[in-house]
Structure formats: C-alpha cells, structure tokens
C-alpha cells in the first residue's frame, strides 16, 4: 500500500530567515508528491504539534519533520509507534552553519530534505522482538559485599533473585574484616563490617534463592532467556533467569612475586590481608617470634603502578592502610607506625581518616622503596628516598612491615579462549579476536567464548566513560572489584548501580526495546538466509557476541543480546541483513538522491557518514556556536561506523561524489566508540575501500576516515574544509555525470 507522507516544515530558531520555505515544499510536492506539506513558526510547540496529531488521526502513516536536530525535543516529537517519523536537521546544520540566503545553502536544505524523505519512503515501523517464556529473575554470581548488596537491592525493587556462591559461607572476602573504613561523620571512627546482617537478610528474603557451595555450569540463551545450570555437591539445578550481576570479586596480588619487598624472605613482612586476619581473630604477633608488634611499616603500591606487575592503581590501598594504621593507634597511641607512599589517594571523606592519622603522629613518607633489611637484632629497616625533602630516610628497628599488594579481578586467571580456526577456503577474522579467558565463572554458551570480554588487565570490557556497567555481553552487568578496583563503599554503590542495570534491561528487553546505548529501540536486524554464504563475519565481528553458528555454519541471531548497531549489517558481503528502519539498500539509496551538480557548475558533493554517537552530535554543537563549514558537504548520519557497508562507497562514487568523509569515534585502548570496534572495524575496512578506488580508478584521496569525539566541535571546521580543499585539488569525479 502507498504510503501517505506529511512533511512538516519548522521556521522558527532562524530557519525561515536563513532558507527558501518555498523552494522546500516545492521538493516535497514535486519530487515525491507527499500528501501534505505544512509550515508552522514553532513546531514544536502544542498548537504545532497539534497539527501533526490531526494529520496522524487523519490517515497520515509518514512523517518528516523538517526542523531541529533529532536528538533535541524528542519530547514533543514523540508519536505512535506504528507510524513512521523521520527528522530533518534543518537548523544546527543548515541554517546555523551556512550564510543566509546562499545558493549553496539553499541547495543544501533542499537535499538534506530529499535524503530524509527517501529514508522516511524506504523505512517501516518496528516490529519489536517479544518472546515468549521470559524470566524477570536476576542471577548474581558471587556471594561477597558486592554480590549480596546487588540481590538485596534487586529483591527490594520487588524482583526474584537467584543467588551463587562457591564458598559454603556468604562473605565473600568481608568475611576476614576487621573494621570497614568510616562512612559517616565525623569521617574518623571505623566502622564494625556488620556481617551477620547482612547476611542474615539476604538469607532471610523469600525472593532471593541462595545456593552455597556452587558454581555456574554454565549460561545459554540470552537475556530475559538465560538458563542457567547451577551445580551444588555433585548435583545440578537449572534456573531462567532475565539478567546477570557478575560480582565475583578480585584476589590480592601474589605477594611472592614481590620479592623486593622481603616478603618470603622475611617472616615479619606480611600483607594487608593477613594483617586483617591478625586483626579479626584478635592475635596481632610478628610471625616470626610469636611477640606483640611494637613497631610497623605500611609499604604501599606494593606491585601496583608498576609495570613489572600491575601497571594500574588498585585504588583501595591507601585507604585500607590508613584504616589498618589506626588498628595500632587505637590500640596505643605511642606505637610507632610509617607509612610509605607514592600518592595518597584519600579520596572524598577518607580526607578526615587521613588528617587524624597525621594528628596521631603517624609518619608519612612519600617516596620509593629503596630496600628492606634485617637490623641484625632481629628487626627490619626500610630505606626509602623522600621526594619531598630530597633526602634517605632509614626506619628504626621495625616488627612488622605491611605491603599493600594490589587487587587483581578473578576473571584475569584461566587460559585465553581459541576461537574457531577458519577451514580451508574461509577468509580470516577482520580483526584480532577479543581477548577471552576460559576462567570458569559464566561459562557462556556463546560462539565467541564462555566469559566476558576482557581488558588488558583482565577487568572487564565496557565503555567506560558513558556505560561503567555494561560489559560487552547484554544483560550481563560487572559489579565491585571484579569490574574495576574499588573499596568497600565504592562497591555497595557499584552493586546497587549494576541491580539497576539488570533491572532496565529485563524492563527493556520485555518490551522489545533495546538496551544502552540505543536504548529504546524496537527495531532489531533481521537475517534473509536464502543468500547467506556462511562467511561467518557477522558472528565474527559482531562486538557483543550476539550470534551463534549452527552446525552448518549458519548464523543464529540472538535479538535480546543485540545493542542494534548494525555493525552486522556493515560486515555482510551479501547485504542479506537489516533493520527495517535502517538497511543497505535504504541508505544507499539516500545516496543516490543527492543532487550532484556537474562539472562544470563547479560544485563538488562531499558525502560524510558520521556517527549518530560522536561525530554527529559534534556536528549539531558546531552549528549551536554557528561555526561554518564548507556547503558542498551531506552529511548522513549512521548508527555506527561499523555499520558501513562497502557498497555505500562504491553507490557514492558512481553517483558522481567527489569525496567521503567518514566520521567515526576514537578507536585503541582508550577507545570511545560506543559499540566498542565499530569504529576499528571501519578503520580496518578503509583496505577494502582501497580496493573499490583502484577498481574505478580514482584517487585513494577521496575517501577519508577521521576520529572525532564529542569534544572535537570545534576542530570539525578545519576538518571539512580541508577535506574540500583536498577534493577541489584532484579535481571532478569522472563519474560526475554517468
């Protein structure tokens, strides 16, 4: 059936001062013959909106606003589901980025509104994936401080809970803790762990199933469908379950791999975890003689920040000494206690634990570890150099020294996990595999291996400026120190933010839409297997691990694991997937509508497909401080760099563009791009593209690829400009024309 599309037309915010209105109703009218075109000074106002609802009452199933951005006033843009909506960005990048009145700027406004109404011809209305038999339960894997704040938070927002943990007691580490550091004013006094409560209301809760002595077996499905096979005293038992919190928790860092620091050498060098033990069963004695402890050192980055062991800051450390330093002082107050450090991270209120301590007369040193001797009495020293007066400092007769060893996650030991060698005639993997150890936790039923995608340090993976908590498997939310290093209040938040993200996602996903960061989105990629070629690129790229093989190879889209990137849709050589309101064949058909000038008028087309994540909005916020830019650009918007299909450069380039600016986010270590390798990927495509070039023979110039973030708006003049001055150099694309 023949659609029936309204354009709505917004000339307020300097839009009708800036663009010919008529000159874009006249395209609306004469190119596509939509059923309605309206003008309003303030569409987004009710009596505007209010024209668009009658229409939509009226039979309008189309509609184009061409107005604002569409990442501002989704408020009052927000209609029926079932209707289909696109936006024109006539405002940020049109008329506040371009001179008014302009021959260029008009022709720039007239195509942006082609663009969008070829999307809004092309696209159909979501029809969102909803499964039956879904489970709104919470698996939290790990019984420690994190683990049992996550269940009773989960449990005290009125959802079931099916707790895991492979001690036969909850605690986890906490279980060994003497005192916690303060948490209330006056910031001074240790506070009692309260361990028994805790548990006690875990344990207590009707809605939280707790299994002891246990392990996942393993976890298959997808969120809202996780089953889970737990496995208790040689026995199995098998849950549904909606969300996962991993909050297995972290070890302390080998200590006998500190050998600088005497530990193994010395009996009187201990670690703060054995300290704390010392503490809890109430007998502190150097370990070597049995007697009381008259004399200590806190030695701390004990192997953290330090690339021979662990190259990162474990973050706890300087609190838990300054907490363990007034165990002694406490104790009596004349016993001398140093404290060797590199930074005092005392963070927010532990600022107060500090100052105390300083006032208690603890001797703070700020400098490295120069050696650690026997006196000969039987005693340590500690020789250190002090940054802050230049000088060595060399300790009294000590009775004990204490290293801070650094927090190492559980999900750091296990060998890497082999992916799927390619058989013979299969090409390899675009990229290198994910790094993935086979640390027997999740034990995932998942094509690209049983646990979560790692760091380098074995944390693991998520965006870890925009979503702390996402890891990259949906549904599956890292808490406490598994995920990041962090002391024991950081974790009850870290536990109580990652409930809440398990919370969302059952919410989400039962409703068919999508999780951060598309969160919302009810469109999901949709596979017509009568071409697939059993590539296995899309299992292989995919960065959330979101499909499976069958034995013949063929892909198994999971729809609740997919984040709607499409950076599937980008991989597939034979364009067999898409979204029905995003697709190959709708943008490259996007791409074909732009009006190129010919050579002669001396107009080139530059294409810029920029990230709807970074680059896009980059773009607006240069338009909100009227930065202007070069008028011969189009800018589409993607939903991800990955997404891009190699196919969109060849349509470009035989439509007669001259050139294409891709604008991805920052890919590497520090990476920013939201689906984590889309923005790799696409760099890694870049080869490819080479190819097409060579293929029409055309200069390898008229494809770029740049890296921008949010905060880049104001390099992105430069950027395009000279981009088009580079273009005007090689000269007309020899398409141009054909």
């Given at each position: 059936?023949?659609?029936?599309?309204?354009?709505?037309?917004?000339?307020?915010c300097?839009?009708?001062?800036?663009?010919?209105?008529?000159?874009?109703?006249?395209?609306?009218a004469?190119e596509?013959?939509?059923?309605?075109?309206?003008?309003?000074?303030?569409?987004?106002s009710?009596?505007?909106?209010?024209?668009?609802?009658?229409?939509?009452?009226?039979?309008?199933?189309?509609?184009?606003?061409?107005?604002?951005?569409?990442?501002?006033?989704?408020d009052?843009?927000?209609?029926?589901?079932?209707?289909?909506?696109?936006?024109?960005?006539?405002?940020?990048?049109?008329?506040?980025?371009?001179?008014?009145?302009?021959?260029d700027?008009?022709?720039?406004?007239?195509?942006?509104?082609?663009?969008?109404?070829?999307?809004?011809v092309e696209?159909?209305?979501?029809?969102?994936?909803?499964?039956?038999?879904?489970?709104?339960?919470?698996?939290?894997?790990?019984?420690?401080?994190?683990?049992?704040t996550?269940a009773?938070?989960?449990?005290?927002?009125g959802?079931?809970?099916?707790?895991v943990?492979?001690?036969?007691?909850l605690?986890g580490?906490?279980?060994?803790?003497?005192?916690?550091?303060?948490?209330?004013?006056?910031y001074?006094?240790?506070?009692?762990?309260?361990?028994?409560a805790?548990?006690s209301?875990?344990?207590?809760d009707?809605?939280i199933?707790?299994?002891?002595?246990s392990?996942v077996?393993?976890?298959?499905?997808?969120?809202?469908?996780f089953?889970?096979?737990?496995?208790?005293?040689g026995?199995?038992?098998?849950e549904?379950?909606?969300?996962?919190?991993?909050a297995?928790g972290?070890?302390?860092?080998?200590?006998?791999?500190?050998?600088?620091?005497?530990?193994?050498?010395y009996?009187?060098?201990?670690?703060a975890?054995?300290?704390?033990?010392?503490?809890?069963s109430?007998?502190?004695e150097?370990?070597?003689?049995?007697?009381?402890?008259?004399?200590?050192?806190?030695?701390?980055c004990?192997?953290s920040?330090?690339?021979?062991?662990?190259?990162?800051?474990?973050?706890?450390?300087c609190?838990?000494?300054?907490?363990?330093?007034?165990?002694f002082?406490?104790?009596?107050?004349?016993?001398?206690?140093?404290?060797?450090?590199?930074?005092?991270?005392?963070?927010?209120?532990?600022?107060?634990?500090y100052?105390?301590?300083?006032?208690?007369?603890v001797?703070?040193i700020?400098g490295?570890?120069?050696?650690?001797?026997?006196?000969?009495?039987g005693?340590?020293?500690?020789?250190a150099?002090?940054?802050?007066?230049?000088?060595?400092?060399?300790?009294?007769?000590?009775d004990?020294?204490?290293?801070?060893?650094?927090m190492v996650?559980?999900?750091?030991?296990?060998e890497?996990?082999?992916?799927?060698?390619?058989?013979e005639?299969e090409?390899?993997?675009?990229?290198?595999?994910?790094?993935?150890?086979?640390?027997?936790?999740?034990?995932?039923?998942?094509?690209?291996?049983?646990?979560?995608?790692?760091?380098?340090?074995?944390?693991?993976?998520?965006?870890f400026?925009?979503?702390?908590?996402?890891?990259?498997?949906?549904?599956?939310?890292p808490a406490?120190?598994?995920?990041?290093?962090?002391?024991?209040s950081?974790?009850?938040?870290d536990?109580?933010?990652?409930?809440?993200?398990?919370?969302?996602?059952?919410?989400?996903?039962s409703?068919?839409?999508?999780?951060?960061?598309?969160?919302?989105?009810?469109?999901?990629?949709?596979?017509?297997m009568q071409?697939?070629?059993?590539?296995?690129?899309c299992?292989?790229?995919?960065?959330?691990?979101?499909?499976?093989?069958?034995?013949?190879?063929n892909?198994?889209p999971n729809?609740?694991?997919?984040?709607?990137?499409?950076?599937?849709?980008?991989?597939?050589?034979e364009?067999?997937i898409?979204?029905?309101?995003?697709?190959?064949?709708?943008?490259g058909?996007?791409?074909?509508?732009?009006?190129?000038?010919?050579?002669?008028?001396?107009?080139?087309r530059i294409?810029?497909?920029?990230?709807?994540?970074?680059?896009?909005?980059?773009?607006?916020?240069?338009g909100i401080?009227?930065?202007?830019?070069n008028?011969?650009?189009r800018?589409?918007?993607v939903?991800?760099?990955?997404?891009?299909?190699?196919?969109?450069?060849?349509?470009?380039?035989?439509?007669?563009?001259d050139?294409?600016l891709?604008?991805?986010?920052?890919?590497?270590?520090?990476?920013?791009?939201?689906?984590?390798?889309?923005?790799?990927?696409?760099n890694?495509?870049?080869?490819k593209?080479?190819?097409?070039?060579?293929?029409?023979?055309?200069?390898?110039?008229?494809v770029?690829?740049?890296?921008v973030?949010?905060?880049?708006?104001?390099?992105?003049?430069?950027?395009?400009?000279?981009?088009?001055?580079?273009?005007?150099?090689?000269?007309?694309?020899?398409?141009k024309?054909?």
């Amino acid at each position: 059936m023949e659609k029936r599309i309204g354009v709505y037309i917004c000339t307020g915010c300097g839009i009708g001062d800036a663009l010919d209105v008529n000159a874009l109703e006249a395209v609306a009218a004469d190119e596509f013959s939509v059923a309605a075109c309206r003008r309003h000074p303030f569409l987004c106002s009710d009596e505007g909106v209010s024209i668009i609802r009658r229409d939509l009452d009226q039979g309008m199933d189309t509609i184009v606003i061409a107005a604002c951005s569409p990442r501002v006033m989704t408020d009052s843009f927000t209609f029926p589901a079932d209707r289909v909506m696109e936006r024109v960005n006539l405002r940020e990048q049109v008329a506040w980025c371009h001179p008014a009145g302009e021959e260029d700027t008009r022709m720039l406004a007239e195509d942006a509104l082609r663009m969008g109404l070829v999307k809004a011809v092309e696209m159909l209305p979501p029809d969102p994936f909803l499964a039956d038999d879904l489970s709104r339960k919470v698996l939290v894997v790990g019984g420690g401080l994190a683990g049992m704040t996550a269940a009773r938070e989960t449990a005290r927002a009125g959802y079931e809970v099916v707790l895991v943990e492979k001690e036969e007691q909850l605690g986890g580490y906490l279980k060994d803790v003497h005192k916690l550091p303060p948490v209330r004013p006056p910031y001074t006094e240790l506070e009692d762990p309260n361990l028994d409560a805790l548990t006690s209301e875990v344990t207590g809760d009707p809605s939280i199933r707790v299994y002891t002595g246990s392990r996942v077996a393993s976890i298959a499905g997808a969120p809202c469908m996780f089953d889970v096979t737990i496995r208790q005293n040689g026995s199995e038992a098998m849950e549904r379950v909606g969300a996962v919190v991993l909050a297995a928790g972290s070890v302390p860092y080998s200590p006998e791999k500190l050998d600088s620091f005497g530990f193994a050498k010395y009996p009187d060098v201990v670690t703060a975890s054995q300290l704390e033990i010392m503490f809890k069963s109430g007998k502190v004695e150097r370990p070597s003689n049995g007697q009381p402890v008259g004399s200590v050192a806190f030695l701390l980055c004990a192997g953290s920040r330090d690339a021979r062991h662990l190259p990162y800051c474990s973050s706890a450390c300087c609190v838990e000494s300054l907490k363990q330093a007034m165990y002694f002082k406490s104790e009596n107050p004349q016993t001398p206690v140093y404290i060797f450090y590199r930074d005092m991270r005392a963070h927010g209120t532990y600022e107060f634990l500090y100052k105390e301590l300083q006032k208690e007369g603890v001797f703070f040193i700020r400098g490295d570890i120069e050696g650690i001797e026997d006196d000969g009495s039987g005693g340590l020293v500690v020789a250190a150099n002090d940054v802050l007066t230049g000088s060595s400092v060399l300790t009294e007769s000590l009775d004990l020294v204490v290293l801070a060893n650094g927090m190492v996650p559980v999900t750091s030991f296990g060998e890497p996990f082999k992916a799927q060698s390619p058989k013979e005639g299969e090409e390899e993997a675009a990229y290198a595999p994910d790094t993935i150890l086979v640390s027997d936790i999740l034990n995932l039923q998942y094509r690209q291996g049983p646990e979560l995608p790692a760091l380098s340090h074995g944390f693991p993976d998520s965006h870890f400026i925009c979503f702390p908590y996402e890891s990259r498997r949906t549904g599956i939310y890292p808490a406490g120190s598994v995920r990041a290093p962090m002391d024991y209040s950081q974790a009850v938040e870290d536990a109580t933010g990652a409930a809440l993200k398990a919370i969302q996602c059952i919410e989400m996903l039962s409703a068919g839409k999508a999780v951060h960061p598309r969160s919302g989105d009810l469109s999901y990629p949709e596979f017509f297997m009568q071409r697939c070629t059993q590539c296995k690129r899309c299992t292989e790229e995919c960065p959330f691990g979101a499909i499976n093989e069958d034995e013949k190879a063929n892909p198994l889209p999971n729809p609740t694991r997919c984040r709607r990137c499409g950076v599937c849709m980008g991989a597939c050589p034979e364009r067999i997937i898409s979204f029905r309101n995003y697709s190959v064949g709708m943008i490259g058909n996007v791409i074909k509508k732009i009006n190129v000038p010919d050579e002669y008028e001396e107009k080139p087309r530059i294409l810029v497909l920029a990230c709807e994540n970074d680059a896009y909005p980059a773009l607006d916020m240069a338009g909100i401080r009227r930065l202007s830019y070069n008028p011969w650009v189009r800018i589409i918007p993607v939903r991800c760099l990955g997404s891009m299909n190699l196919v969109w450069i060849a349509d470009a380039l035989s439509k007669g563009i001259d050139g294409i600016l891709l604008l991805g986010c920052k890919h590497g270590d520090d990476y920013q791009c939201h689906f984590i390798k889309g923005s790799e990927l696409a760099n890694i495509r870049m080869s490819k593209i080479q190819e097409t070039l060579n293929r029409l023979v055309l200069e390898s110039d008229r494809v770029r690829l740049e890296q921008v973030s949010i905060t880049d708006y104001h390099r992105l003049p430069e950027i395009l400009d000279g981009f088009a001055a580079r273009i005007e150099e090689l000269g007309p694309n020899p398409y141009k024309g054909y």
